[in-house]
């Protein structure tokens, strides 16, 4: 019901935000368009005064020509001149003594001239416009003087234009603006619309509202999470750094007041991004898993991983691990695989051994029984005992659990030597790598006995040690198999070589490149029919 509610509260908000907006463009589309009829009808008031003066002067001249002429070609020469000019109405030429010589309304010429008279003979006279009501109703109409060629007023000219005519053209003016208006807001919707769709597509379909909330969730997950998260673009400008990145990169925040902070002024984080975020930068854009770096004092695995729209790279993003947690969290890992696979090992060997004690107690030996019991309880208790006693890396004592364990159920004796001694202080070296090089040699010693033959009476032995004084380590595992023929001791390192079959060949390859990786040596004695010791240095090197 929250969602649902939410969801309604964001798009009534949506809503309003959009018919405000539309509100404000109508509202100012419509003042724009009033104001530009009413500012085009005034323009146009002003053209059509000087329409009428100028058609009013036109006319003083040509009845100059045509005064002569007898009343009717008079009448058919103003009518004709009426009809071509599109601004006049009405014309009326009166005389001197007010007797209309010539009106469009042919039934009032010859009448008496009534109205205003604004002539009194000034050569100086300039032709004017004024509203006025006559015959025909009301209208805008000029006065134009007339004189003869001495100078002497004759009368005067009036062009006319009747207001139902003004209002038609103001009317015009204000439809056609009217239509320009809603084609405007039609334009303005539509385009609002197609922006809008733009906008939200960018957004992925998200509401402004529903983003400024998601960020607000990222930015408080980003900045709670232990590990450092480091975000660039493509031209390597560090756009994010969150407070685990810059605590563990040691960077001092420059940001003040609200500005935003420019990550890119410091230089030491500038190398960093500039020297782990090159490769995944590329054209590529391939990410860089487990990089190892170290900072200050601290030891660092940087994941960069690329990031794409469209296809197109325009950024990574920087995952940054204190090494010393993530291989601590490693070494419980493996510690707790390792103790499953015992207790699977183990499995098998119990149920043997409870087969035992089931068959002394149904022939009646149960002291024996008790007896059988307390020899297993001691020696298992013996054993694990002088691991954890041994050991101080759980993951390390985890997998040698057990290995015995698989040892037990190959009926292989698995022998602890004396002295057995590791304390990771005295070197430093990860528990997966420890693991990797003492599990492939175990497993390679009961592997190298399992291939005996089955009616060989000899008993079948592994017996491991492991040592440790500051920075230097021994490791060896001696096996009674059958040992190494004289033409094979040249390839057991060798990738892909075998005597147990196809595709086997890399156990002993791997663990040569990695004890060389870390700056020790791995060497073998063996005798055929007698078996096999190998033995892993680690010494004088306090970087190991």
């Known amino acids: 019901m929250t969602i649902i509610h939410r969801k309604k509260n964001i798009n009534t908000l949506r809503r309003e935000i959009e018919n405000i907006h539309l509100c404000f463009i109508i509202t100012f589309t419509i003042l724009f368009c009033f104001a530009g009829a009413y500012f085009q009808v005034q323009a146009h008031d002003k053209a059509l005064d000087q329409n009428l003066k100028d058609n009013g002067e036109l006319i003083r001249r040509l009845y100059a020509l045509v005064k002569d002429k007898d009343s009717v070609e008079m009448q058919e020469y103003f009518d004709e001149l009426v009809k071509k000019l599109s601004d006049v109405d009405v014309l009326s030429i009166v005389d001197t003594k007010d007797i209309r010589i010539y009106h469009t309304n042919h039934s009032l010429i010859g009448t008496i001239y009534n109205g205003r008279k604004p002539f009194v003979g000034d050569t100086n006279y300039e032709p004017y416009a004024e509203d006025a009501t006559g015959p025909s109703g009301d209208q805008r109409r000029t006065y134009s003087a007339i004189y003869d060629e001495d100078g002497n007023y004759c009368g005067f000219v009036m062009t006319i234009m009747l207001k139902t005519s003004i209002r038609t053209i103001v009317f015009s003016t204000y439809y056609c603006f009217l239509f320009i208006t809603a084609f405007a807001i039609l334009i303005e919707l539509f385009i609002s619309k197609k922006i809008s769709e733009t906008i939200k597509k960018k ?230 790598a420890l693991i990797t090089i003492c599990g492939n040699l175990i497993d390679n010693a009961i592997d190298a006995m399992n291939i005996r033959a089955v009616a060989d009476s000899k008993m079948k032995e592994l017996v491991f040690g492991v040592f440790t004084k500051p920075h230097a380590l021994l490791i060896t595992v001696e096996d009674s198999g059958c040992g190494i023929a004289e033409e094979n001791k040249d390839k057991i390192f060798t990738k892909g070589f075998s005597t147990k079959g196809s595709g086997r060949g890399v156990g002993l390859y791997h663990t040569k490149q990695l004890v060389e990786s870390l700056g020790g040596k791995i060497s073998f004695e063996s005798m055929a029919g007698v078996g096999t010791s190998f033995m892993v240095v680690f010494k004088g090197n306090e970087n190991v």
């Open 203 to 432: 957004l992925m379909g998200f509401e402004p509202d529903v983003i400024s909330a998601m960020y607000m969730i990222r930015e408080r997950i980003l900045e709670t999470i232990y590990d450092g998260i480091i975000s660039v673009d493509k031209n390597k400008n560090v756009l994010f750094l969150n407070k685990a990145a810059q605590k563990i990169l040691n960077y001092e925040s420059k940001e003040k007041d609200e500005d935003k902070e420019d990550f890119n002024e410091d230089k030491s984080l500038k190398d960093f991004v500039e020297k782990y975020f090159t490769e995944t930068l590329k054209n590529s854009g391939e990410s860089q898993h487990l990089q190892e770096c170290s900072v200050l004092d601290k030891k660092l695995i940087i994941d960069c991983v690329p990031i794409k729209k469209e296809g197109n790279l325009i950024g990574a993003v920087g995952i940054l691990h204190d090494r010393t947690e993530y291989t601590k969290l490693m070494e419980e890992l493996a510690g707790t695989k390792y103790l499953v696979d015992s207790m699977r090992a183990n499995n098998h060997d119990f149920t043997n051994k409870l087969h035992v004690i089931l068959g002394l107690i149904q022939i009646g030996q149960q002291e024996k029984a008790v007896s059988y019991i307390e020899n297993i309880s001691f020696i298992q208790r013996e054993t694990l005992s002088t691991i954890m006693k041994a050991i101080d890396k759980p993951a390390f004592a985890a997998l040698l659990v057990g290995k015995i364990a698989r040892a037990s159920e190959c009926n292989v004796k698995f022998v602890l030597k004396e002295g057995l001694h590791f304390k990771s202080e005295d070197v430093d070296i990860h528990s997966e």
